[in-house]
């Protein structure tokens, strides 16, 4: 079978030319990373991917096709995929259908037969940039240009809003003692099954609601959620997040959720170089002096001089590969939040013990 062509523009002028794979078409948005060797489907359906490119570092992707049950939304959200070696014919045998007729379905551009390692490398030392894919555009790099001009900056964009659930929803057993409510700025649905199997009912928020309209459900607790885009530009949620605190109700935040935290206590976030994105990233639990294998994606962290000079955090994780700040909790509030994923399965469960605590802190309230 003849391929069709695909070209991969960087804001750089860097460009590639490979393989179409998905949808034919043409999408935009900040390419990145994920070192994950595992977990394709479960990356490409993660919300906070929402405006990505998102390359894997693994070459063969698409031989273990996709699975209804390994899902972390409804539908993926990334904005294209790019990958080394792509197949279009999957050995497992409970597989619900191949990758490309998944992406096809949902209207996603991809790239394969690049050199990624080759990109891995160049966005290591470049950082993070807007990018695009497209298979209409053979011969006319000027044409692209012109369309990859048009994509936003990620630094400044909020996308929580759009991607978050339009009408509150019900997670778990109704009968359960403990009732938590859970701000949706893009969460995965693993969270919500690992807060379901320790006794949670949760109720889940469209990321914009008031907490009048949360209180009227009288939870027991507050869940902040994983999501895209910028934290600073979050006003809405960080003033929500403060008056949460004000309610003196245990909050557990993770990923979007910890930026907004921190947000809502005076730190500052920023854009990182390259981000963290992938399944082995180390955790040291200043706490317990233990280290954790992590499940990583993000883009933005908090500023580690300004949680330092903050008297009212203590922080209680920090990335072993570059001594940010992965985690912190209040002093005087019963909140806590981390900016890995311990819903995630990179291997080990190192990190469920965080749920753990949450349940402990409720109970304890």
């Not at 695909?6 to 078409?25: C, E």
């Not at 320790?198 to 607790?221: M, S």
């Not at 909790?329 to 890995?340: D, E, G, T």
Request: aromatic share 8%.
């Amino acid at each position: 079978m003849i391929k069709q062509k695909a070209t991969l523009l960087l804001a750089d002028g860097t460009v590639f030319h490979g393989s179409l794979i998905g949808n034919a078409g043409t999408n935009g948005g900040e390419i990145c990373f994920n070192t994950g060797m595992t977990g394709y489907q479960e990356i490409y359906t993660d919300p906070s991917y929402t405006g990505q490119i998102v390359v894997t570092t693994t070459s063969h992707i698409g031989n273990y096709g996709v699975h209804s049950e390994e899902i972390e939304s409804e539908h993926p959200c990334v904005a294209g995929i790019v990958v080394n070696s792509f197949s279009d014919i999957f050995s497992r045998v409970d597989a619900s259908g191949s990758l490309q007729d998944y992406l096809v379905k949902y209207k996603i551009t991809g790239i394969a037969d690049i050199d990624t390692r080759k990109l891995v490398r160049h966005l290591r030392s470049k950082g993070a940039m807007n990018a695009i894919i497209s298979s209409e555009f053979e011969g006319n790099l000027e044409g692209l240009k012109t369309e990859l001009a048009k994509v936003p900056d990620m630094n400044g964009l909020e996308l929580s809003s759009t991607v978050c659930t339009q009408e509150p929803f019900f997670y778990g057993d109704e009968s359960s003692k403990m009732k938590v409510a859970c701000l949706d700025f893009g969460i995965k649905k693993n969270i919500l099954r690992n807060l379901a199997t320790r006794g949670v009912y949760c109720k889940v928020f469209p990321a914009k609601t008031k907490l009048k309209e949360i209180q009227e459900w009288n939870p027991d607790a507050f869940f902040l959620s994983n999501g895209p885009g910028d934290p600073a530009v979050m006003d809405y949620a960080v003033e929500t997040v403060k008056e949460i605190l004000e309610t003196g109700k245990p909050v557990f935040g993770i990923c979007l959720g910890h930026q907004l935290l921190a947000e809502a206590v005076g730190i500052k976030t920023y854009k990182m170089h390259h981000g963290h994105r992938g399944l082995n990233h180390p955790i040291k639990n200043l706490i317990t002096g233990k280290s954790e294998i992590t499940s990583q994606n993000h883009g933005f962290n908090v500023v580690r001089e300004d949680t330092e000079k903050n008297s009212e955090v203590e922080i209680t994780h920090v990335h072993l590969n570059d001594n940010t700040v992965a985690g912190i909790r209040l002093k005087n509030k019963p909140a806590f939040s981390v900016q890995y994923h311990p819903e995630s399965s990179p291997g080990p469960h190192d990190s469920r013990y965080l749920f753990d605590e949450f349940i402990a802190l409720i109970n304890k309230n």
